[in-house]
Nanobody, 123 residues
Framework: QVQLVESGGGLVQAGGSLRLSCAAS????????MGWFRQAPGKEREFVAA????????DYADSVKGRFTISRDNAKNTVYLQMNSLKPEDTAVYYC????????????????WGQGTQVTVSS
Protein backbone atom coordinates (compact mmCIF):
# COMPACT_ATOMS: atom_id res chain seq x y z
CA GLN A 1 0.00 0.00 0.00
CA VAL A 2 1.31 3.46 -0.94
CA GLN A 3 -0.10 6.75 0.29
CA LEU A 4 0.73 9.88 -1.69
CA VAL A 5 0.50 13.47 -0.47
CA GLU A 6 1.05 16.37 -2.86
CA SER A 7 2.10 19.88 -1.88
CA GLY A 8 3.42 23.04 -3.46
CA GLY A 9 0.43 24.19 -5.47
CA GLY A 10 -0.80 27.76 -5.46
CA LEU A 11 -1.50 30.89 -7.45
CA VAL A 12 1.19 32.22 -9.78
CA GLN A 13 1.34 34.72 -12.61
CA ALA A 14 1.95 33.61 -16.17
CA GLY A 15 5.66 33.11 -16.76
CA GLY A 16 6.26 32.16 -13.15
CA SER A 17 7.40 28.92 -11.57
CA LEU A 18 6.18 26.41 -9.01
CA ARG A 19 7.64 23.22 -7.61
CA LEU A 20 5.28 20.45 -6.66
CA SER A 21 6.27 17.71 -4.26
CA CYS A 22 4.71 14.33 -3.63
CA ALA A 23 5.67 12.46 -0.49
CA ALA A 24 5.04 8.72 -0.45
CA SER A 25 4.62 6.40 2.47
CA UNK A 26 5.27 2.69 2.32
CA UNK A 27 8.24 0.62 1.26
CA UNK A 28 7.42 0.30 -2.43
CA UNK A 29 8.30 3.83 -3.58
CA UNK A 30 11.65 2.92 -5.08
CA UNK A 31 10.08 0.04 -7.01
CA UNK A 32 7.34 2.22 -8.50
CA UNK A 33 7.16 4.32 -11.61
CA MET A 34 5.90 7.75 -10.55
CA GLY A 35 3.75 10.07 -12.59
CA TRP A 36 2.13 13.47 -12.51
CA PHE A 37 -1.29 14.09 -14.04
CA ARG A 38 -3.58 17.10 -14.11
CA GLN A 39 -7.28 17.75 -14.47
CA ALA A 40 -8.84 21.07 -15.42
CA PRO A 41 -12.54 21.81 -14.77
CA GLY A 42 -14.74 20.02 -17.28
CA LYS A 43 -11.83 18.10 -18.77
CA GLU A 44 -10.48 14.60 -18.42
CA ARG A 45 -7.42 13.84 -16.35
CA GLU A 46 -4.34 14.03 -18.54
CA PHE A 47 -0.77 12.84 -18.36
CA VAL A 48 1.91 15.41 -17.55
CA ALA A 49 5.14 13.55 -16.77
CA ALA A 50 6.51 10.25 -15.49
CA UNK A 51 9.80 8.94 -14.20
CA UNK A 52 11.30 5.48 -13.98
CA UNK A 53 12.11 3.74 -10.74
CA UNK A 54 15.75 4.82 -10.65
CA UNK A 55 15.12 8.20 -12.25
CA UNK A 56 17.07 7.35 -15.36
CA UNK A 57 14.14 7.68 -17.76
CA UNK A 58 11.45 10.31 -18.05
CA ASP A 59 8.54 11.07 -20.33
CA TYR A 60 6.56 14.28 -20.81
CA ALA A 61 3.40 15.44 -22.46
CA ASP A 62 4.15 17.57 -25.53
CA SER A 63 2.39 20.52 -23.90
CA VAL A 64 4.93 20.71 -21.07
CA LYS A 65 8.18 19.59 -22.73
CA GLY A 66 10.96 22.07 -22.15
CA ARG A 67 9.06 23.78 -19.32
CA PHE A 68 8.45 21.05 -16.72
CA THR A 69 10.97 18.69 -15.13
CA ILE A 70 10.14 15.59 -13.12
CA SER A 71 12.65 14.19 -10.62
CA ARG A 72 12.70 11.87 -7.65
CA ASP A 73 14.65 11.25 -4.48
CA ASN A 74 14.26 7.62 -3.45
CA ALA A 75 16.02 8.27 -0.15
CA LYS A 76 13.28 10.74 0.73
CA ASN A 77 10.41 8.84 -0.92
CA THR A 78 9.56 12.00 -2.81
CA VAL A 79 8.88 12.91 -6.42
CA TYR A 80 8.98 16.49 -7.70
CA LEU A 81 7.59 18.45 -10.59
CA GLN A 82 9.42 21.68 -11.37
CA MET A 83 7.16 23.88 -13.48
CA ASN A 84 8.65 26.88 -15.26
CA SER A 85 7.23 29.37 -17.77
CA LEU A 86 3.76 28.61 -16.55
CA LYS A 87 0.79 29.46 -18.76
CA PRO A 88 -2.89 30.02 -17.90
CA GLU A 89 -3.68 26.74 -19.66
CA ASP A 90 -1.58 24.92 -17.05
CA THR A 91 -4.27 25.73 -14.48
CA ALA A 92 -5.57 22.45 -13.05
CA VAL A 93 -5.53 20.14 -10.08
CA TYR A 94 -2.27 18.21 -10.22
CA TYR A 95 -2.15 14.61 -9.06
CA CYS A 96 0.75 12.39 -8.15
CA UNK A 97 0.45 8.68 -8.99
CA UNK A 98 2.43 5.49 -8.43
CA UNK A 99 2.55 2.44 -10.65
CA UNK A 100 3.88 -0.90 -9.44
CA UNK A 101 5.89 -1.59 -12.56
CA UNK A 102 9.14 -0.77 -14.29
CA UNK A 103 7.28 0.42 -17.39
CA UNK A 104 6.48 4.10 -17.85
CA UNK A 105 2.96 4.62 -19.20
CA UNK A 106 1.14 7.81 -20.10
CA UNK A 107 -2.36 6.52 -19.41
CA UNK A 108 -4.11 6.67 -16.06
CA UNK A 109 -3.22 3.01 -15.41
CA UNK A 110 -1.56 3.78 -12.10
CA UNK A 111 -2.22 1.93 -8.86
CA UNK A 112 -2.17 4.72 -6.29
CA TRP A 113 -3.20 8.38 -6.43
CA GLY A 114 -2.80 11.40 -4.22
CA GLN A 115 -5.56 13.83 -3.36
CA GLY A 116 -4.31 16.54 -5.70
CA THR A 117 -3.02 20.08 -5.34
CA GLN A 118 -4.46 23.12 -7.12
CA VAL A 119 -2.29 25.13 -9.49
CA THR A 120 -3.74 28.38 -10.79
CA VAL A 121 -1.90 30.52 -13.34
CA SER A 122 -3.23 34.02 -13.86
CA SER A 123 -2.76 35.94 -17.09
Amino acid sequence: QVQLVESGGGLVQAGGSLRLSCAASGRTFSSSVMGWFRQAPGKEREFVAAISRNGGSTDYADSVKGRFTISRDNAKNTVYLQMNSLKPEDTAVYYCAARRSFIIVTTTSYDYWGQGTQVTVSS
